[in-house]
T-cell receptor
Framework: DTAVSQTPKYLVTQMGNDKSIKCEQN?????MYWYKQDSKKFLKIMFS???????INETVPNRFSPKSPDKAHLNLHINSLELGDSAVYFC????????????FGPGTRLTVT | AQSVTQLGSHVSVSEGALVLLRCNYS??????LFWYVQYPNQGLQLLLK??????LVKGINGFEAEFKKSETSFHLTKPSAHMSDAAEYFC???????????FGSGTRLQVQP
């Protein structure tokens, strides 16, 4: 049973399109995250939700909008995709907002052409 | 804010040799520190974590790390490298203010036969 799952695993699309990435966790965790990993493998937090409430919103373009329908799901919608959005996006979850370890999904490789 | 620095973007060892991956942290409060491993085209997997209970932390796959406050270090070691250890390794610190992980830039471990 996959703890943190993401769909799709690969996403290839053209500039200007709108796309979504879905994430689900079955660990019963309260907090979920979106991270972006660039081509140099650098990982950076984008958003965090705790019990469906947005608690971290880094300096991310408004084209990126997270949505948490319930505490087991955190989706990422991206409008008007740009070449620079190409990256691997990871979803993660943790037990609480504190300093507990995070569990990561397998990632979604987004390629914008 | 807390941060981590990983020294050496690439480390190459022979199979059976000692693995040493370096991580230094910066934190004004007692840090929570983590090591994650990322195999090619996969998500991040937790290797071990330090939460101030014991300075020597044992993780999965024979890895361990020692927290040294005087050196602000949390280096990852394994006595004998195996080919399957080849991967990208990330050190991370739990950012108490933002409740997210701040990652180092990663170290790619190569294991030569």
């Amino acid at each position: 049973d996959t703890a943190v799952s993401q769909t799709p695993k690969y996403l290839v699309t053209q500039m200007g399109n709108d796309k979504s990435i879905k994430c689900e966790q079955n660990l019963g965790h309260d907090t979920m995250y979106w991270y972006k990993q660039d081509s140099k493998k650098f990982l950076k937090i984008m958003f965090s939700y705790n019990n469906k409430e947005l608690i971290i919103n880094e300096t991310v373009p408004n084209r990126f909008s997270p949505k948490s329908p319930d505490k087991a799901h955190l989706n990422l919608h991206i409008n008007s995709l740009e070449l620079g959005d190409s990256a691997v996006y990871f979803c993660a979850s943790s037990l609480d907002r504190g300093r507990s370890e995070q569990y990561f999904g397998p990632g979604t490789r987004l390629t914008v052409t | 804010a807390q941060s981590v620095t990983q020294l050496g973007s690439h480390v190459s060892v022979s199979e059976g040799a000692l693995v040493l991956l370096r991580c230094n942290y910066s934190s004004s409060v007692p840090p929570y520190l983590f090591w994650y491993v990322q195999y090619p085209n996969q998500g991040l997997q937790l290797l071990l974590k330090y939460t101030s209970a014991a300075t020597l932390v044992k993780g999965i796959n024979g890895f361990e790390a020692e927290f040294k406050k005087s050196e602000t270090s949390f280096h990852l070691t394994k006595p004998s490298a195996h080919m399957s250890d080849a991967a990208e390794y990330f050190c991370a610190v739990a950012n108490t203010g933002r409740r997210a992980l701040t990652f180092g830039s990663g170290t790619r471990l190569q294991v030569q036969p």
